[in-house]
C-alpha cells in the first residue's frame, strides 16, 4: 500500500486548505483512518481521525476548524482545513488510526504565515 498526500502549500493566517490522501488499495473501507501532522522539532501528533463509519474525533487544536472526511470509493480521505493558524505550520500526513499499519507517505507541507 503507498499513501500519498496532497494539497499543502503556502497560505496567510486566516486561510484555508483542503488536503487529499490517496492510497493504492482499497484501505479505506476496512481502517479507520487518520491526519497527522509533524512540525519541525516535534514529534508527530493525530490532528483528526474518521471511522470506517463516518464517526470523527479531532485533536485539541483542530477542534472547530478542520474537518475531516472520506470518499471510500474513490480511496480518499480529506482534510479541510479552516482559520489556519501559524502554528499549523508542519507536514501532514494519514495512515490508519489509531496504528499506523502503512508506511508512511512522503506528507505534505502546510505553511501558514503570519
Known amino acids: 500500500v503507498q499513501l500519498v498526500e496532497s494539497g499543502g502549500g503556502l497560505v496567510q493566517a486566516g486561510g484555508s486548505l483542503r488536503l487529499s490522501c490517496a492510497a493504492s488499495?482499497?484501505?479505506?473501507?476496512?481502517?479507520?483512518m487518520g491526519w497527522y501532522r509533524q512540525a519541525p522539532g516535534k514529534q508527530r501528533e493525530l490532528v483528526a481521525a474518521?471511522?470506517?463509519?463516518?464517526?470523527?474525533n479531532y485533536g485539541g487544536s483542530a477542534k472547530g476548524r478542520f474537518t475531516i472526511s472520506r470518499d471510500n470509493a474513490k480511496n480518499t480521505v480529506y482534510l479541510q482545513m479552516n482559520s489556519l493558524k501559524t502554528e499549523d505550520t508542519a507536514v501532514y500526513y494519514c495512515?490508519?488510526?489509531?496504528?499506523?499499519?502503512?508506511?508512511w507517505g512522503q506528507g505534505t507541507q502546510v505553511t501558514v504565515s503570519s
Open positions: 488499495g482499497s484501505i479505506f473501507s476496512i481502517n479507520s
Open positions: 474518521i471511522s470506517t463509519g463516518g464517526s470523527t
Open positions: 495512515n490508519a488510526y489509531p496504528v499506523y499499519k502503512y508506511p
